[in-house]
C-alpha cells in the first residue's frame, strides 16, 4: 500500500501560475525536447566513458593502435604486427568493446533520471449531430481539435536516482577493465600462436635432418649386406627406423599447418588464409633471471584489470543496495499540463495545472525487504568473486614465474643435450661404417639426436612464451613487453 498526497491548482483563473506552467513546459520543451527530436544521439556524452576499442593498457610505440589502418600486408608481418591484427580483427576484442559502449548506454540512461519527463499529444475529430425528433435542430457537422503538452518532475528520491547511477558507472568499469582483460588475452594468444609457427617449422627442420640421417644409416646397412659385412637385420631395423623417420616428418609437416591456421585464427582471418610471417628475433636465455616474487604477486593485483573488474562489481553491488534501501523512501515530483481545445461551436478552451505529489510507499507486501536482503547478499558474492580472482593472480604468477624459472633452465640443458647426442652420433655412424659398431647403437643416437633436437627447440620457444605469459599474469603484457632487447640468437 503507498500512501499519496497530491496538491494541484488549476491555474485558469490565476495568471500566475498559468504564467509560470506555460513557461516551464515550453522552456523544457525547447531546451530537451527540441534538441532529442533533432538528433542527439548522445547528449550525455557516455561513449566516451567506454574504453576505446584498444585499451590504454596495451602500450604501443606509437601509443595507439590505427585499427582503421590495418591493410592487407605486401610484406612478411613482424610479431608486432601480427598481435596488432589479432587486437583488430580478433571478435572476442570486439565482443567486449560493444558490451562496455553498451553498458556507456545504461549510464546514460542513469543520467536521464535527473531529467523531466515531456509529452504532447494531440486530436483532430470530425463530428456529426442529427437532429432525434422534431423539436431539434437539424443536422451539424463541426471539426474538434485538441493539443496538450504535459511534464512531470522527479524532485526529490533520497538518493536513488544518484545510487543507479552509481551502480551503472561502476558496472561500466567493470566492464571496461574486462574489455582490458581480453585484450591481454588476445595479446598473449597472438604471441603463442606466433612463436609456436615457428617451433613447428623449426621441428619440421629437425625431422628432416633425422630423416636424413636415417637414410644414411639405411645406406651404410645396404652397403654392408651387399659386401656381406652385414646382416639382413641390420638392414631391416635400418629400413624400419627411415619408415619412422618420414612417418615424423609427415606428422610436423601436419602440425606446422596446423599452427598456421591457429595464428590466422587469432588474427580473425580464416584458418585456410595463408600469411606471409617474419621469424623472431630469439633473445638469449637469461641464467641469472630470478625475481622477488612476492612483490610481482604484489603489483600484479595492482594491475591486473580482471581484479580491477571484480573491485568494481563490488562497488557496483554496494550501489545496488542503495539504491534499493532507497526505493522505501518517499518521492516528491513536480507535474503540469497544459491543454487547447476548439470545438467551433463555442469559445476555444484552455486548460492548465500545476501540482507537486508526493509518494511514501507504507507497504510492499515485504517486496522491499527482500530486495534489501537479496542485495546485501549480492554484494558478499561479489567480495567473495573478488577473493577468488585475487587468490588466482597470484597462482598465475607463481605458476608464470616457475615457467620463465624452467624454461631458462631447460634452453640451457636442451642445447647441452644436443651437443653431447651430436657427437655421439657422429661417432656411432662412424664406427658403424668401419665396421667396428652395430646398428642398434646407431639407431639409438640417432633417435636420441633427434629427441634433443625437438627439445632444444621446444625450449627455446617456449621460454619466449613463458616471458608473455609472466608479463600477462602481472597485468602489463603490451608491446613493449614482446619487443626483443637481446642480441639475436641463430634459429634452431
Known amino acids: 500500500m503507498k500512501k499519496s498526497k497530491a496538491v494541484f491548482a488549476p491555474v485558469n483563473h490565476h495568471p500566475r501560475l498559468r504564467d509560470a506552467a506555460t513557461v516551464i513546459v515550453?522552456?523544457?520543451?525547447?531546451?530537451?525536447?527540441?534538441?532529442?527530436?533533432?538528433?542527439?544521439?548522445?547528449?550525455?556524452?557516455?561513449?566516451?566513458?567506454?574504453?576505446?576499442?584498444?585499451?590504454?593498457?596495451?602500450?604501443?610505440?606509437?601509443?595507439?593502435?590505427?585499427?582503421?589502418n590495418v591493410q592487407p600486408s605486401q610484406t612478411p608481418l613482424s610479431l608486432t604486427d601480427v598481435v596488432e591484427r589479432a587486437l583488430c580483427n580478433n571478435p572476442q576484442t570486439r565482443e567486449a568493446w560493444a558490451n562496455a559502449r553498451a553498458q556507456a548506454a545504461q549510464v546514460g540512461i542513469g543520467e536521464s533520471a535527473y531529467l523531466p519527463s515531456i509529452s504532447i499529444g494531440g486530436a483532430v475529430t470530425r463530428n456529426r449531430t442529427d437532429g432525434g425528433n422534431s423539436g431539434a435542430f437539424g443536422t451539424a457537422t463541426y471539426n474538434q481539435q485538441s493539443v496538450s503538452a504535459s511534464l512531470s518532475y522527479l524532485l526529490v528520491d533520497f538518493g536513488a536516482r544518484d545510487a543507479a547511477l552509481e551502480n551503472a558507472r561502476q558496472v561500466l568499469a567493470a566492464l571496461n577493465s574486462t574489455q582490458d582483460a581480453t585484450i591481454q588475452s588476445v595479446f598473449l594468444s597472438a604471441v603463442q600462436a606466433y612463436y609456436q609457427l615457428f617451433a613447428t617449422q623449426a621441428a619440421v627442420a629437425s625431422v628432416k635432418e633425422a630423416e636424413k640421417s636415417a637414410l644414411e644409416s639405411l645406406n651404410a646397412a645396404t652397403a654392408r649386406y651387399n659386401v656381406g659385412s652385414g646382416t639382413p637385420?641390420?638392414?631391416l631395423q635400418a629400413r624400419t627406423a627411415y619408415s619412422q623417420a618420414m612417418l615424423n616428418r609427415i606428422q610436423a609437416e601436419g602440425d606446422a599447418r596446423n599452427a598456421q591456421?591457429?595464428?590466422?585464427?587469432?588474427?580473425?582471418?580464416?584458418?585456410?588464409?595463408?600469411?606471409?610471417?617474419?621469424?623472431?628475433?630469439?633473445?638469449?636465455?637469461?641464467?641469472?633471471?630470478?625475481?622477488?616474487?612476492?612483490?610481482?604477486?604484489?603489483?600484479?593485483?595492482?594491475?591486473?584489470?580482471?581484479?580491477?573488474?571484480?573491485?568494481?562489481?563490488?562497488?557496483?553491488?554496494?550501489?545496488?543496495?542503495?539504491?534499493?534501501?532507497?526505493?522505501?523512501?518517499?518521492?516528491?515530483?513536480?507535474?503540469?499540463?497544459?491543454?487547447?481545445?476548439?470545438?467551433?461551436?463555442?469559445?476555444?478552451?484552455?486548460?492548465?495545472?500545476?501540482?507537486?505529489?508526493?509518494?511514501?510507499?507504507?507497504?510492499?507486501?515485504?517486496?522491499?525487504?527482500?530486495?534489501?536482503r537479496?542485495?546485501?547478499?549480492?554484494?558478499?558474492?561479489?567480495?567473495?568473486?573478488?577473493?577468488?580472482?585475487?587468490?588466482?593472480?597470484?597462482?598465475?604468477?607463481w605458476k608464470a614465474y616457475q615457467g620463465v624459472v624452467t624454461g631458462t633452465q631447460a634452453v640451457t640443458s636442451s642445447a647441452d643435450l644436443v651437443s653431447g647426442a651430436a657427437q655421439s652420433e657422429r661417432v656411432a655412424l662412424g664406427r658403424y661404417k668401419a665396421g667396428v659398431g652395430n646398428i642398434l647403437d646407431l639407431l639409438i643416437a640417432q633417435t636420441a639426436l633427434a629427441s634433443a633436437r625437438m627439445q632444444n627447440i621446444q625450449a627455446i620457444y617456449n621460454w619466449h612464451i613463458a616471458k608473455a605469459a609472466l608479463a600477462q599474469a602481472m597485468g602489463k603484457l603490451d608491446f613493449p613487453a614482446i619487443a626483443a632487447s637481446a642480441p639475436q640468437q641463430a634459429n634452431p
Not at 547528449?43 to 604501443?60: C, E, K
Not at 591486473?304 to 568494481?312: I, V
Open 374 to 397: 537479496a542485495a546485501q547478499e549480492q554484494i558478499e558474492t561479489r567480495l567473495a568473486q573478488r577473493e577468488k580472482i585475487s587468490q588466482q593472480v597470484a597462482l598465475d604468477v
Open 233 to 235: 637385420a641390420d638392414k
Open 26 to 68: 515550453a522552456g523544457f520543451l525547447a531546451g530537451v525536447a527540441i534538441p532529442a527530436v533533432a538528433g542527439q544521439t548522445d547528449p550525455f556524452s557516455t561513449q566516451g566513458l567506454a574504453a576505446s576499442s584498444m585499451a590504454g593498457s596495451v602500450r604501443h610505440p606509437q601509443s595507439a593502435i590505427p585499427c582503421e
Open 261 to 372: 591456421g591457429v595464428l590466422a585464427n587469432s588474427m580473425g582471418a580464416d584458418a585456410n588464409r595463408t600469411f606471409a610471417i617474419s621469424p623472431p628475433s630469439l633473445q638469449v636465455a637469461d641464467a641469472q633471471f630470478e625475481r622477488d616474487i612476492a612483490g610481482l604477486i604484489e603489483e600484479a593485483r595492482r594491475l591486473r584489470p580482471d581484479l580491477a573488474a571484480a573491485e568494481a562489481q563490488v562497488n557496483a553491488a554496494r550501489a545496488n543496495a542503495e539504491a534499493v534501501n532507497s526505493a522505501g523512501m518517499p518521492t516528491v515530483s513536480l507535474s503540469t499540463n497544459l491543454s487547447h481545445s476548439d470545438s467551433g461551436l463555442s469559445a476555444p478552451a484552455n486548460d492548465s495545472a500545476l501540482g507537486v505529489s508526493v509518494n511514501f510507499p507504507l507497504f510492499t507486501g515485504y517486496n522491499t525487504t527482500y530486495r534489501i
